[in-house]
């Protein structure tokens, strides 16, 4: 424990040497919590391409897509990423590792990295096709990692990423939002309290927006410390109803999904470029239950249909997805650094509670982020 960093950094590259096997939490197959198992023998992570580092999991943040992917979510279209041209026989995933979150420091660089070195504190959000970082070790693509914010610790640090990557990813590159851009214009957020919600008021408060947000009334107080300008609960009633009253907005950014596209486009300004961004998409789902090809087919027929029906009322339709993003996530080291955007850890774990942290994501009503410490 009182070993510095770049002193266990040291011992951990030496002992690296000689390791195959590490601790890791793991999935032999999809199901219920009970699937989950501990083992210390799980594959060392190895460098395959000359773009890859090692990072030595010090903190593990998990999202809600941990449990759904322990069920089997999304495993088709993750399968194809994994082996897109399906050398390998199916289940051939397993054991898997889940995580989607890391901090940590760097252990082993391959040739073509330049950007990072050995020792290096940094975070990343690890796509879905990759192993996950409920482990010791994790490889990365170093365009997926970024140093770590200096004001943050491990733990606070495994708040961010993957939350922070979807966001920026959602409202940044789908809803065209900038620093440059945002100043006064009203945006509205469903579904405040939970990771995604919390970092996106910071970071669009950071921009100069006016923030509304929808949450439980018992997430009122929570959400406006993180710097919300107006708060509708979303448990008295038909959200909608109060929502209508107000003045229109110029981005939705949707986290709840279901019902919520009935009502939610009514919200914007007609044609003024305003944009409905949804992270709730069947997109997964769809690959699940019709195979690559037809799924991929009906997402791209129902987006279509959707975009056009809102289109000719002057609005924009969208759907937005995570995606990794290392430069993102130097940009928001910066605001982090710069106090504009706090970790919000809801509940922590150490590595021998995983099971309990993944039952504590899938109880739902999240204020913030579930993050395991793993060492
Ligand atoms: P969390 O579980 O962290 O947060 C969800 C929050 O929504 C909770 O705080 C919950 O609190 C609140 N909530 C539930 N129902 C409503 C409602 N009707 N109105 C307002 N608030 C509500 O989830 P994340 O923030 O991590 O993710 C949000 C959604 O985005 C999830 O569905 C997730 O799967 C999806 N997502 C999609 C991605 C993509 O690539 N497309 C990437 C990342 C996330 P309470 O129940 O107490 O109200």
Redesign the pocket.
Known sequence: KSLSVSSQARLFSTSRMCRTVMPAWVIDKYGSNDVLRFTKNASFPIIDFPNEVIVKVFAAGL???DVSMRGGYGAATLSMKRDPVNIKRSGSEFPLILGRDVSGVIMECGLDVKYFRERDEVWAAIPPWKQGSLAEFVVLSANEVSHKPKSLNHTQAAAIP??AT?AWSALVNTGGLSKDNCANKRILI????????TFAIQMLKAWGAHVTV???QN?EQFVKGLGADHVVD?TSGP?EEPLSALEKFDLILD???GDTERWALNLLKPWSGAKYVT???PFLQNTDMLGIADGMMQSAATMATKALKHLIKGVHYRW???APSGPALDEIREMVDAGQIQAVVDETFNFSQVPQAFEK?EK????GKTVVQIS
């Not at 739902?364 to 204020?367: D, F, T």
């Open positions: 999202n809600p897509l993957y939350v979807t469903l579904g405040g309290s939970g990771g995604v919600g929808t949450c439980s997430a979303y959200v986290n709840v999904g992270l709730v998409t937005g997805f995570y994501v739902g009503h999240a204020r």
